[in-house]
């Protein structure tokens, strides 16, 4: 009789659902203070760079415009949209798109 499929092959976990790679990235975005455009589920699309976070929302602070708190739950997308904070002239987009 031959092994079966099971035998042959180890057991393997499945992967973890928090690989803490969006608290990196946010973390990165706000100690560079990278401008961002966060798009939320209804499609509108604010622009900031991000001040503070936790595991369920974002402070996006932004300039001549009040503060907004996001609950992650309501973000589609965050994009990087230029350089630091205050950079002066227009910057390609860096690529970094995070969903959370």
């Known amino acids: 009789m031959s092994p079966s499929i099971n035998s042959r092959h ?7 659902g928090e690989t803490g790679q969006e608290a990196l990235y946010l973390r ?34 932004r300039e001549g415009k009040p503060n907004l708190f996001i609950y992650k739950q309501q973000i589609q ?3 990087e949209v ?3 904070r205050g950079a002066r002239g227009p910057k390609p987009a860096a690529g970094g798109v995070m969903e959370p």
Do not use: C, N
């Open 10 to 16: 180890p057991h393997k976990a499945p992967p973890p």
């Open 28 to 61: 990165s975005l706000s100690e560079r203070q990278v401008q961002v455009a966060i798009k939320l589920q209804d499609g509108e699309t604010v622009r900031g760079w991000i001040e503070y976070f936790d595991d369920g929302m974002l402070r996006l602070t």
């Open 77 to 79: 997308t965050i994009s």
């Open 82 to 84: 230029s350089g630091r």
